[in-house]
């Protein structure tokens, strides 16, 4: 079975500062996918960053990279230099590729502070 | 390019009643999926439809159906509301071959 684990319910961090927020994950597929989105107040979830099980280079987007370690069954993201617009749920998901379906953690709420 | 278009935003029903949900993907996207967001449960999928065809379903009772039109767009349908239906429904659409997920602004419903 797939499971996605995200254990800080609440996170808060200063504005400007760098924040990690933590994943990990349980599969037994060969091959997967790992994306973090992020969900305002306003709902949509939007798309952030994704790590290929075989790629060998941790992902980057801007300000986001997600610190993947395979072994350990972890894909953290780091988000650089906190911005008050970065306040919103923050979830980790998984991509089988057996089939198109995602499993989600139960998310992460960040508080930017000013 | 216009985004994945979620109707109605918004939906108040009664128990017992049956609903309606629409989707419309991005264009020249072929695969739409299904997720229930609630505060104890999370996100949970539903279902996937390509080209027309359910192509994987979550772990739903029955009364939650769902269909393709050729154009892409796709319908949920949730017959015999429960008040534990209430949620945020959420659509994704995604080429089928490309690696992520581009999600609507969801559909708030709710069981009173």
């Known amino acids: 079975a797939q499971k996605i684990t995200q254990t800080q319910p609440g996170m808060f961090v200063q504005e400007k500062e760098a924040v990690t927020l933590d994943c990990t994950y349980d599969?037994?597929?060969?091959?997967?996918?790992l994306f973090w989105y992020k969900q305002p107040s306003s709902g949509e979830m939007i798309f952030l960053i994704y790590?290929?099980?075989?790629?060998?280079q941790n992902a980057t987007e801007g300000r986001y990279s997600l610190n993947f370690q395979k072994a350990r069954k972890s894909a953290n993201l780091v988000i650089s230099a906190s911005q008050l617009g970065d306040s919103a749920m923050y979830f980790c998901?998984?991509?089988?590729?057996?089939?198109?379906?995602?499993?989600f953690g139960t998310g992460t709420s960040l508080t930017v502070i000013p | 390019k216009a985004g994945v278009t979620q109707t109605p935003r918004y939906l108040i029903k009664t128990r017992g009643q049956q609903v309606t949900l629409s989707c419309s993907p991005i264009?020249?996207?072929?695969?739409v999926s299904w997720y229930q967001q609630t505060p104890g449960q999370g996100l949970q999928f539903l279902f996937e439809?390509?080209?027309?065809?359910?192509?994987n379903k979550g772990n739903f009772p029955g009364r939650f159906s769902g269909r393709q039109f050729s154009n892409s767009r796709s319908e949920m349908n949730v017959s015999t509301l429960e008040l534990g239906d209430s949620a945020l429904y959420l659509c994704?659409?995604?080429?089928?071959?490309?690696?992520?997920?581009?999600f609507g602004s969801g559909t708030q419903l709710s069981v009173l």
């Open positions: 998901a998984m991509r089988r590729y057996t089939g198109n379906q995602f499993y």
């Open positions: 264009s020249g996207h072929r695969s």
């Open positions: 790590q290929g099980s075989y790629d060998q």
């Open positions: 439809y390509f080209s027309e065809t359910q192509r």
């Open positions: 994704a659409s995604t080429t089928g071959t490309d690696e992520k997920l581009f």
């Open positions: 599969t037994s597929d060969p091959s997967y996918g």
